[in-house]
């Protein structure tokens, strides 16, 4: 059973930086595919980044490129997500994925991370 657990989410400044962390268990971590999605209040989750197995073929969304890092260390089996100059906009729940195969979806319960002065 997969299991992926997120860390590192919460007050910070506008300006600030954090670093999230995700890490799985229960499957082999180069497996997954992985990514971050956050959900703000009265909003629909939406991808904030992704990135490939082995490290590769990472995307991000517009409203954090530049300023966010995804990364993955496989040997650790954790997803990384490292958040730049943060806004208030970027306020939100913040959830790794992990999708195997291309289709079986693995969620972790989230953190929260809050922008504010």
């Known amino acids: 059973q997969v299991q992926l657990v997120e860390s590192g989410g919460g007050l910070v400044q506008p300006g600030g930086s954090l670093r999230l962390s995700c890490a799985a268990s229960?499957?082999?971590?180069?497996?997954?595919?992985m990514s971050w999605h956050r959900q703000a209040p009265g909003k629909e989750r939406e991808l904030v980044a992704r990135?490939?197995?082995?490290?590769?073929?990472?995307d991000y969304a517009d409203s954090v490129k530049g300023r966010f890092t995804i990364s993955r260390d496989n040997a650790k089996n954790t997803l990384y997500l490292k958040m730049n100059s943060l806004k208030p906009e970027d306020t939100a729940v913040y959830y790794c994925?992990?999708?195997?195969?291309?289709?079986?979806?693995?969620w972790g319960q989230g953190t929260q991370v809050t922008v504010s002065s």
């Open positions: 994925q992990g999708v195997s195969q291309g289709r079986y979806e693995y």
């Open positions: 229960g499957f082999t971590f180069s497996r997954l595919a």
């Open positions: 990135i490939g197995n082995f490290g590769g073929s990472i």
